[in-house]
């Protein structure tokens, strides 16, 4: 688990430069609550899924016109959590909503590559306690509340062991750059040197982790005291 935690936590840091980004988190939100509502219309049609998009329910393979597009009966209450992320182009939803006539808590991933959905991924929760569904009216204000980027678990731990968060911001937007520079010659040899400094920080993280240096993913007691307090 611990190496998975870090692995996930590496790979938003350090995201494949080949991934566009061309939908930003607005763009991500709206292509979640059309997919919800998609959902509820059981018309796949609405949303851009590509013809061999992998659906997954409840950790099973479905067929479109399967599971949620065709038990979701009732759209969104108020109770939404969008969770876009722009970096890998993809967007989770965690929402109330009807299922089968009932009211659940389902949760949604998508995956977006080209302008169109690649993969969707359903948790369906139902058979909830009167009291569950009370607590699930609207989200907590917390929850919705903007983290400063100051405070973002992600930078401390990441710093912790030794990564320039920054640098790896700075590369990232070269690659932005780079992206849109017709000719790869014309690259600044900064941007090339940057480039190859992340490079060098991947195979480092890489082989730290490897030979037992990096051992946790998420910090101690004594190193969550040393991270900035809210």
Not at 61 to 82: D, P, V
Not at 162 to 187: A, F, R, S, Y
Request: proline share 6%; glycine share 8%; with cysteine.
């Amino acid at each position: 688990m611990k190496k998975l935690l870090f692995a996930a936590a590496f790979a938003l840091a350090v995201p494949a430069m080949a991934q566009a980004q061309d939908c930003d988190r607005a763009c991500l939100i709206k292509m979640a609550d059309d997919y919800a509502a998609a959902l509820v219309a059981h018309d796949p049609s609405r949303v851009p899924l590509t013809a061999n998009a992998v659906t997954v329910e409840n950790a099973r393979k479905i067929g479109r016109g399967e599971g949620l597009w065709h038990s979701a009966t009732g759209a969104m209450t108020e109770f939404q959590i969008h969770v876009p992320d722009p970096v890998s182009q993809q967007v989770g939803l965690m929402a109330m909503m009807e299922v089968d006539g009932k009211p659940a808590l389902v949760g949604i991933r998508l995956k977006r590559v080209g302008g169109k959905i690649v993969e969707a991924e359903h948790m369906v929760a139902g058979n909830l306690s009167p009291g569950q569904i009370a607590n699930l009216t609207t989200p907590r204000a917390g929850l919705l509340r903007e983290v400063p980027e100051s405070k973002w678990l992600l930078n401390s731990v990441l710093g912790m062991h030794g990564v320039n968060v920054g640098k790896i911001k700075q590369v990232l937007e070269d690659q932005k750059t780079l992206l849109n520079t017709p000719n790869p010659k014309d690259m600044s040899s900064d941007i090339q040197d940057r480039m190859n400094q992340i490079g060098r920080a991947r195979t480092q993280l890489k082989a730290g982790y490897s030979q037992g240096r990096l051992r946790r993913a998420m910090p101690t007691a004594s190193a969550r005291s040393k991270l900035p307090q809210r």
